[in-house]
Every structure is written in C-alpha cells, then in structure tokens.
C-alpha cells in the first residue's frame, strides 16, 4: 500500500495542515510514503530528523509543474483522464492545465538536482520515483523522460517535436522487424 503525494499537496494552503505529523502518521499506515518534492526539498537537510522511517519514503523526483502548484488538482485530474484514455490528447493540451507560469517571475522548477538525488540516497531513500513512469500513453512517457534526463528547460513544443521524430523512428524501426520476422 502506498499513500500517494496528492493529499499533502492539495492541502499544502492549509493553515492548520502539518506535513510532518501527516506522513509520519501515513508511515503507521502505509508500507510506502510519497513525499512532496517541495518538502522534500525545503528540508533536504533535516529529512532524517522529521521522518521516522525514510527508509519507507517514496521521493518524486522531476515534478512537472511548478512549485507549489495552486492547480495541482487539475494536473492530477488531466493525468488521470488522459492515461486512461477517458480524454483524448487533444482535450488533454486544450485543457491546458499545465500551462505553468515557467519563465514567470516567481517561478522555481521542482526538478531535483543530481546532487539532491545523491544527498538522498545517502540519507537512505531508495525509492525515488519518475513521474510519468507508468504512462498509458508512450509519448507522455517519453516526453517526460526526455526532460528529465536531457533537460527540462527546453520548450514543450521542441521536446514535442522530437519526442515525435524518435516515436516515428521507433514505429518504423519496428515494422522493419516485423518484416524480417515475417
């Protein structure tokens, strides 16, 4: 069982909403906790003082929208749609839910560094988790991949195009092989 980060992050503006005491609380419930990458991040250096358990705790480590999102509801809710197919993909970019303010003042990318990723797991959390990773649509998946590991900052209409091109290869290269299997 894990408990997933949409609840800490949909109460997140929550005055009386304590980050700490939830996951600590979710770690008596859960075998696996997600933490926000926000808080992750903003207590990089006490995360063993306030987790009872990292060892159980599951990091996100490329957050596609920005920090502290005020429509992380309607990201999740698209994600959801569009990875089940209950929308197509063109209702998905109408929706237009991840139109972030990046390159906005203000904006700060959620992204974690190669740094932060080795101070974590020399913390002892082993669990860092892609979003993306379990996409029902290849593209999604790969467009996520691409920006994470090649770089996030490039425009969402140049990682489109040649996340196009490689899927376009890669359908083609496998026709050639089913051929050759024929």
């Not at 949409?6 to 075998?31: A, G, H």
């Not at 250096?45 to 596609?64: A, C, F």
């Not at 979003?131 to 996030?152: A, P, T, V, W």
Request: glycine share 2%; charged share 30%; with cysteine.
């Amino acid at each position: 069982m894990v408990c997933s980060v949409i609840v800490p992050s949909l109460k997140i503006n929550n005055m009386f909403f304590n980050e700490t005491d939830f996951y600590n609380k979710m770690l008596d419930k859960y075998e696996i906790v997600v933490l926000r990458p926000e808080y992750t991040m903003e207590n990089i250096d006490k995360l063993d003082k306030l987790i009872k358990d990292l060892s159980r705790v599951e990091v996100l480590i490329n957050q596609i929208s920005h920090w502290n999102c005020n429509v992380a509801s309607k990201h999740y809710d698209a994600i959801e749609a569009y990875e089940t197919g209950k929308i197509s993909k063109e209702e998905y970019e109408q929706q237009k839910v991840f139109e972030c303010p990046k390159g906005k003042p203000g904006y700060k990318s959620v992204c974690m560094t190669p740094e932060i990723i080795d101070k974590l797991v020399s913390m002892g959390i082993t669990k860092l988790k892609i979003q993306e990773r379990d996409c029902y649509q290849f593209d999604r998946f790969f467009e996520g991949m691409y920006k994470f590991f090649f770089n996030n900052e490039i425009p969402k209409e140049e990682i489109r195009n040649k996340v196009d091109l490689i899927c376009a290869k890669l359908v083609q290269e496998n026709k050639k092989a089913q051929m050759i299997v024929v």
